[in-house]
Structures are given as C-alpha cells and as structure tokens.
Nanobody, 125 residues
Framework: QVQLVESGGGSVQAGGSLRLSCAASGRTFNTYPMGWFRQAPGKEREFVAGINWNGGITVYADSVKGRFTISRDNAKNLVYLQMNSLKPEDTAVYSC??????????????????WGQGTQVTVSS
C-alpha cells in the first residue's frame, strides 16, 4: 500500500511560482516512477510531469516544458513539482501518482495505481 499526500498549492498571480510536494508512505518509494497530473474544471485529467525511480529520467507535457521541474528526494519519500512562470491556464487540481508496477509511458494515467487527493492551484491574471 502507498499513501500519497500533496501540499503546497495555493493562489498566485500570473508569472509567479509555487512548489508542490507529494509525501509518500511505504518503504519502497525509491523503486518506482512517480507522476504529476492535473485536472481543470470541466476538463479531463492531463499529464504534467513524470520521473523515474532515481530521478535520472524526467518527462514533461509540452505545455509546461521549460517552466515546471519535477524532482524527488528518495531519502525523504518526497516528490516535488516546481512551477515557475505560472499562467492562468495552469489553474487546476494537481495530483501526484505512483506507478508501483512500472510503466511504459509516463503520460498514460492507467499505469499509475496510487493517487493522492490533490491540491488546488489557482493562477490569476
């Protein structure tokens, strides 16, 4: 079992920054990939960023590439999403997810078998 708890969301003006954190329970955190997804009101959930077990591979959605950075601290069981140059269209509930069974494509939500409850990010213009 893996439990995921996000934090760090909030309200910010366009151009601002936020750092989201995802705390994971369990002893095997350093063995599986993690991802961040988001869902805006009235829209489907979309992939934001993914990271492999040791941080050596990172993948980003085109919409956030160059602005967001995903990282992990396996000693603390934490995954981060640093979000810079935020835009109003980044407004969404952001959720972290774990793929304990591995994955073939970071962007496919079906590979992730554990999800956090999400944290709200609101960007005003």
């Amino acid at each position: 079992q893996v439990q995921l708890v996000e934090s760090g969301g909030g309200s910010v003006q366009a151009g601002g920054s936020l750092r989201l954190s995802c705390a994971a329970s369990g002893r095997t955190f350093n063995t599986y990939p993690m991802g961040w997804f988001r869902q805006a009101p009235g829209k489907e959930r979309e992939f934001v960023a993914g990271i492999n077990w040791n941080g050596g591979i990172t993948v980003y959605a085109d919409s956030v590439k160059g602005r967001f950075t995903i990282s992990r601290d396996n000693a603390k069981n934490l995954v981060y999403l640093q979000m810079n140059s935020l835009k109003p269209e980044d407004t969404a509930v952001y959720s972290c997810a774990a793929a304990t069974g591995g994955l073939l494509d970071y962007r496919w939500s079906s590979y992730y078998n554990y999800w956090g409850q999400g944290t709200q990010v609101t960007v005003s213009s």
